[in-house]
């Protein structure tokens, strides 16, 4: 199975950003199960239902979503590679060997995004998303 984050944001209702988790039985399923993994920002208007302190099961649950990060990163790693290796040009090599560094740099920036965003009191509010695909539901 392989497992992605995808931020989500509902386009009428508010300003909520919503990260989510996305299930693949293999990268070519069609219908994905998509569930919440996590709260992105909390608007102004649903800001009156978010925790004001951190939930008892946060570490556990922050252990969770940095090792789908360190999952990404390493696929991220593993896809660039692969890439070089089947590159049939020198240039083409080159031009991939030159985006090194900014695979490193943009793992090391998602790393520190999710370290920061899952030590947010609100980051585990399901309760707010619930909330939010209801409403997106009712519009």
């Known amino acids: 199975m392989v497992v992605k984050i995808q931020r989500w944001s509902p386009i009428y209702n508010c300003g909520c950003v919503i990260e989510q988790q996305v299930d693949y039985d293999d990268l070519e399923k069609r219908d994905p199960i998509v569930s919440f993994l996590m709260m992105h920002t909390v608007c102004e208007k649903h800001i009156h239902l978010a925790s004001t302190s951190h939930s008892d099961d946060h570490e556990v649950r922050k252990a969770y979503v940095m090792s789908l990060i360190h999952e990404t990163k390493a696929r991220n790693i593993k896809q660039h590679d692969e890439a070089i290796k089947r590159a049939k040009f020198r240039h083409h090599r080159n ?45």
Not at 97 to 114: G, V, W
């Open 95 to 139: 031009e991939l060997h030159k985006l090194t560094n900014h695979i490193h740099s943009h793992n090391q920036a998602i790393h520190e995004e999710f370290d920061e965003l899952s030590d947010q009191f609100h980051c585990w509010d399901e309760h707010i998303y619930n909330q939010i695909v209801k409403e997106d539901e009712d519009r």
